[in-house]
């Protein structure tokens, strides 16, 4: 009869199998990292697109010409009670919402108020709108700044803020979205 021999996996091979996983992850890690940063920029890229269309629609039914000066007031239901809101609720409910990794802001824009009420009885509708987009953690969530203007351009500035409205047309850092 022969006796049974020690099967399994030594030291060494669990060793060297641990050492290779290792050298995986550490290859495919910040490629992950990288791929994240860039749907968090591409969600905010496209949070601006909504903000601009969302502005329009805004503009043409609600404001008689005017923009909403904050997200807040693109949020509020058309008609009142029970009616479609302007923006969609991760962006409409509160005044500098927080989403996927940016910090989105809205402001009447250089141009100021100065336009006619709209629907809700608001007096303070803009002439313009200038909303930006920053990473909550500049190299984590994204790289890039982002803002639009009633010109409806997408701006990106590289340094990570978001780009102001009157630097818009100089080079550098800060230039179009394609």
Sequence with gaps: MRGRGNGGFTLIELLIVVAIISIIAAIAVPGLLRARMA??????????????????????SCGRGGF????VILGLPMGGPGGQPFITADLGTVAQPTKSGYDFDMVPGASGNGGPPDCHGNAN???????TAAPVTLGTTGTRGFAVNSSMTIWQDTTGAAPAEAAFAT????????
């Design 39 to 60: 749907g968090t920029e591409a969600s905010a890229v496209a949070s601006l697109r909504t903000t601009t269309q969302s502005q329009v629609s805004f503009s043409a």
């Design 68 to 71: 909403a000066p904050s997200y």
């Design 125 to 131: 509708t803009g002439i313009g709108f200038y909303a």
């Design 171 to 178: 080079a550098g850092t800060i230039s179009p979205v394609q």
